[in-house]
T-cell receptor
Framework: DVKVTQSSRYLVKRTGEKVFLECVQDMDHENMFWYRQDPGLGLRLIYFSYDVKMKEKGDIPEGYSVSREKKERFSLILESASTNQTSMYLC???????????????FGPGTRLTVT | GEDVEQSLFLSVREGDSSVINCTYTDSSSTYLYWYKQEPGAGLQLLTY?????DMKQDQRLTVLLNKKDKHLSLRIADTQTGDSAIYFCAESSSGAGSYQLTFGKGTKLSVIP
C-alpha cells in the first residue's frame, strides 16, 4: 500500500514563528504536492515538485516555500507564520503518468495548523 | 484556466440514493475523478471515468458523464451512514513536467439515520 505520512496531525504556532511541515512517501513517486484545505474553498495547490530539487509554484505560493532534497521527502516552510495561514495542510504524491493510464494522487492524513 | 464546480452540501436519508453533481471546463481531460475524504483523513480516489465513456458502474457507485455539457455525476445507491464524507470532483491537466489535478470545492454528504 502507498503510504504518505505527515509529521504532525495537529500543530499550534505563534505569529511570526518559522514553521516546518514534513511529508514522506514510501512509493518512490516522482511528484509531490502541498495543498491547503479551507471550508468553502476546497483544495488549493501551494507548491509541487516533479523531481528532487525541483519546485513549481501552485495557485497560492505567497508566504510559503518548499524544499525537496530527497525523493521521498517534501517540506513546506512558513517563513513567518500568520493567522491567515491557519488551515488544514495536505501533502500528496504521485508517479509520472503513463500514457493512457488514469492518474492518481495519494494523500497524507493532513496537518491541522493553528497560528495564534 | 480549468475550473470545477460542485455544490457544497447534500443531505440524504439512510437507504436513499445520493447524487452529487459537478461541472468542469477543460474539455481535454482524458479522465475525470471522484475523491472521497472521510472525517479527519486525507483524500482517497473513489472512482474515475475515461472521457470516452458515458457511464461507469462499480457496486453501489454509478458515474455518469455528459461530455457535451461537461457534467459529471456520482450516484451512491442505498446510502449508508459510512458514506458521510466530503466528495471531490477532479480533472487532470498537464504542465510543468507533471500532471496535476484540479479539484472542485467538495460536496459534504450528510447521511441521516
Amino acid at each position: 500500500d502507498v503510504k504518505v505520512t505527515q509529521s504532525s496531525r495537529y500543530l499550534v504556532k505563534r505569529t511570526g514563528e518559522k514553521v516546518f511541515l514534513e511529508c514522506v512517501q514510501d512509493m518512490d513517486h516522482e511528484n509531490m504536492f502541498w495543498y491547503r484545505q479551507d471550508p468553502g474553498l476546497g483544495l488549493r495547490l501551494i507548491y509541487f515538485s516533479y523531481d528532487v530539487k525541483m519546485k513549481e509554484k501552485g495557485d497560492i505560493p505567497e508566504g510559503y516555500s518548499v524544499s525537496r532534497e530527497k525523493k521521498e521527502r517534501f517540506s513546506l516552510i512558513l517563513e513567518s507564520a500568520s493567522t491567515n495561514q491557519t488551515s488544514m495542510y495536505l501533502c500528496a504524491s504521485s508517479s509520472h503518468l503513463t500514457s493512457g493510464d488514469y492518474y492518481e494522487q495519494y494523500f497524507g492524513p493532513g496537518t491541522r495548523l493553528t497560528v495564534t | 484556466g480549468e475550473d470545477v464546480e460542485q455544490s457544497l452540501f447534500l443531505s440524504v436519508r439512510e437507504g436513499d440514493s445520493s447524487v452529487i453533481n459537478c461541472t468542469y471546463t477543460d474539455s481535454s481531460s482524458t479522465y475525470l475523478y471522484w475523491y472521497k475524504q472521510e472525517p479527519g483523513a486525507g483524500l482517497q480516489l473513489l472512482t474515475y471515468i475515461f472521457s470516452n465513456m458515458d457511464m461507469k458502474q462499480d457496486q453501489r457507485l454509478t458515474v455518469l458523464l455528459n461530455k457535451k455539457d461537461k457534467h459529471l455525476s456520482l450516484r451512491i445507491a442505498d446510502t449508508q451512514t459510512g458514506d458521510s464524507a466530503i466528495y471531490f470532483c477532479a480533472e487532470s491537466s498537464s504542465g510543468a513536467g507533471s500532471y496535476q489535478l484540479t479539484f472542485g470545492k467538495g460536496t459534504k454528504l450528510s447521511v441521516i439515520p
